[in-house]
């Protein structure tokens, strides 16, 4: 297991929420800087599963960042209990529980994710997100 690559995982999952969290969060011109970040992270054949079980590809992602942007002041993402649950190459898999917390309030998911980190580059490639009950 190439631990550089394992790392390099581990941090775009901290990276992209503190992105997300920007943009859901922040003021428009912060929103749209942080989406001019997020959105080149994602593959070009970047899908997921959202947690209402959806499969959206990278244009609908692209999407419902730009309508949900600025539209959740106040929100902070904590994403804890990160693990690596499969490496080949490259690629890893990595599994995260994933907080949101807004207005007093927290809902949470667990998030697996397939990442290729050749050449130094983090590139998402799937996400699937599963909702935890309250």
Known sequence: ???????????SIH?????IQTIFAGEPGMARAAMGQLMPVFAEGFSMV??????????QVAAMFQQAAGGRPGLRI????????????????LRY???HHLNGSATARWATAIVDCADGDVRWHYLHETALSR
């Open 15 to 19: 990276a992209v929420h503190e992105l």
């Open 50 to 59: 959202t947690t209402a079980g959806a499969v959206v590809q990278l244009p």
């Open 1 to 11: 297991m190439d631990k550089t690559d394992t790392l390099a995982a581990e941090r």
């Open 78 to 93: 904590e994403i804890s209990e990160v693990a690596t649950v499969w490496q080949a190459a490259s690629s890893v898999a």
């Open 97 to 99: 529980k994933e907080t």
